[in-house]
């Protein structure tokens, strides 16, 4: 294996890291909103919500991919595989981020929200000063955890064409007919990667004053 070689692996973390961020950003409010309208059992909605968390957390990433690449043209909805991966993704961890808001919600104090309401705050006023604080520290481990989960499931995506860490590698192992030095570089850039979002939980928390281990 030469160094470029490690090279055009290093290229494939660059798009898995680009498309891991771009679920997580999009899929993080996603989960939130999912969250709340099952939390508020909003009529009618509570049960869609229901129903798409337990259909996506359900399905495997790589035929949730595969779905969206080639069932949305029949419907005039053509992707890029970008898109497409993003998309996946999105969905995949919108689903489990919406189940961890729900439990932060679901353990939240109400005497909280009565207390406020009591001293005339409005809905998104409690919700933006009281609540929300309150379930990210609360939620926070639990969403690192599927970031990193997220990082990892990303492979799925390599159905679509891209070239991601996993294939990237796995190309390298084919051409050179020695798979385990890529596989193994590929194993520590993941290595690598998750160590960034655990750092980053553990700063976050430290400036929180959770008294975090670091």
């Not at 969403?143 to 390599?158: C, D, F, I, W």
């Not at 890529?182 to 850039?189: E, K, Q, R």
């Amino acid at each position: 294996m030469t160094w470029y070689d490690v090279y055009s692996i290093c290229q494939g973390a660059l798009f898995t890291v680009s498309i891991s961020l771009a679920s997580i950003v999009l899929g993080l409010p996603l989960g939130l909103g999912l969250a709340l309208v099952r939390w508020s059992r909003l009529p009618v909605l509570n049960y869609l919500v229901i129903g798409y968390v337990s259909v996506i957390r359900a399905s495997p990433s790589v035929t949730l991919a595969l779905l969206i690449f080639f069932a949305l043209p029949s419907f005039g909805l053509s992707l890029s595989p970008i898109a497409a991966g993003i998309i996946t993704l999105t969905l995949s961890t919108a689903a489990f981020n919406a189940e961890i808001w729900r439990g932060a919600l679901l353990a939240f104090p109400k005497d909280q929200l009565e207390s406020a309401a009591a001293f005339g705050m409005r809905r998104g006023q409690r919700f933006r000063r009281i609540v929300f604080p309150q379930i990210v520290h609360a939620a926070l481990p639990a969403l690192v955890n599927e970031m990193t989960l997220q990082v990892k499931s990303s492979p799925a995506v390599a159905v679509l064409g891209i070239v991601e860490i996993t294939r990237a590698a796995t190309r390298v192992g084919a051409r050179t007919y020695d798979p385990l030095p890529p596989i193994l570089v590929a194993a520590v850039l993941y290595s690598l990667i998750v160590f960034v979002f655990v750092s980053l939980q553990r700063r976050i928390e430290r400036r929180r004053g959770t008294g975090a281990p670091a």
